[in-house]
């Protein structure tokens, strides 16, 4: 049998698929799980949308679409992005996507090269590490640390830029650590990367689930195109099976992107699309519950990690909750999450699946029931009182 290409080898696994996997297992078996492992949304589709769904299914629209996506979903996208991230953009910088996952991949495989580097958040998003992998590029993981605000340390982020860095990832609001940058932050990210010349590329999946902020998109503040930012229905418009994102790209590369979307995708399914297009002009009210229903289960894991005594991180953005557990996992976060999965029945995402800054924390879902939640977290070892 042939050898694979080497660099396939260094891509590494998923920390959280492991959690899930077993805890699958183990409610295939009857057991009943709590999982607040997965960033899946708890709540159904808008009934309006899979019925835009249906009927192109009934209407036999189930054609080759032009490669960046159909006409009346790309023009809706761009009334989006000028109404709602104040990004002024024409049709062909939207290119739909097979979720951002494929914009994500997309945008990178534009930028780098094999031996390239990029800088991507640690804790991170584990796509963005193992994208670069695929390509050939070598990740470098800046620190979002409690001793910064879960913020970069722009000196640091900075003193990390060498010949061979090409581009940097930004995630905001931010998986796993719902943290959401300040515009001033933002600011000082593109200055940094147009002293140097690098791509930006802006992770904005969970644009919709802030509390008490406002997002503010990278490409909104981009005087000398060079963001690329990824958006995503499936958070939004809890359709995450249906696999549709979209890359908004800087001017001027819808040549290239025509020619990369063909080789790579083709187009992404047209009944997808047309739900697509019911999510984005129809009504969003079940986006406000959905954020309503994820602001009151943040409430109720603060109450019981505040009665423990557990550290946290208050969330700004997402539907996560970033937990200290270091006083339990004695310096190996991953494999304590799988022991308390199979001691609790508590599914949790170790914290180094994120990167090495995650050590001895856990990403919990908050999409989830408040039943789940309080058991879920309730089972979470306190620290030990000091004692007078």
Request: charged share 20%; with cysteine.
């Amino acid at each position: 049998m042939p050898s694979l290409a080497p660099r396939i080898e260094t891509v590494p696994a998923s920390g959280i698929r492991r959690v899930f996997e077993q805890a699958a297992v183990l409610q295939q078996d009857g057991t009943d799980v709590a999982m607040l492992v997965i960033g899946e949304p708890d709540v159904p589709v808008a009934p309006h949308i899979g019925e835009a769904a249906r009927r192109a299914w009934s209407e036999d629209r189930t054609d080759y679409t032009p490669n960046g996506g159909i006409a009346p979903l790309r023009e809706a996208i761009r009334e989006k992005l000028r109404r709602e991230n104040r990004i002024e953009v024409d049709v062909e910088q939207i290119w739909m996507t097979i979720g951002a996952t494929q914009a994500l991949f997309q945008a990178m495989t534009l930028v780098l090269s094999p031996g390239d580097e990029v800088l991507v958040p640690d804790p991170g998003y584990t796509t963005f590490t193992m994208n670069a992998h695929i390509i050939g590029a070598t990740p470098v993981p800046y620190q979002l640390s409690p001793a910064h605000g879960f913020e970069p340390d722009l000196q640091a982020l900075e003193a990390s830029i060498t010949e061979r860095t090409r581009a940097i990832v930004v995630n905001s609001p931010s998986n796993p650590l719902g943290s959401v940058f300040g515009e001033q932050t933002l600011r000082d990210l593109l200055a940094l990367a147009k002293r140097h010349d690098l791509w930006v590329i802006s992770d904005e999946v969970y644009e919709y689930f802030t509390y008490g902020t406002r997002h503010v998109s990278l490409a909104s503040l981009d005087e000398d195109d060079r963001v690329f930012t990824a958006f995503s229905l499936s958070k939004t418009y809890a359709m995450t099976g249906v696999r549709v994102g979209y890359l908004v790209t800087p001017k001027g590369l819808g040549p290239v992107m025509r020619t990369t979307q063909e080789a790579m995708i083709s187009c992404v399914a047209e009944p997808d699309q047309w739900a697509a297009l019911a999510a984005i002009v129809g009504d969003h009210s079940a986006v406000q519950d959905a954020r309503e229903h994820y602001r009151a289960n943040l409430g109720i894991a603060k109450e019981v990690l505040d009665a423990a005594g557990i550290r946290y991180l208050d969330p700004r953005g997402a539907f996560y909750l970033w937990v200290d557990v270091s006083h339990v996992s004695q310096g190996d976060v991953a494999e304590w999450a799988l022991g308390f999965l199979h001691r609790e029945r508590v599914a949790v995402a170790p914290g180094s699946a994120f990167g090495r800054t995650g050590e001895g924390w856990i990403r919990v879902c908050l999409a989830a029931t408040p039943a789940d939640l309080r058991r879920g977290l309730g089972a979470l070892p306190a620290p030990a009182r000091a004692t007078v």
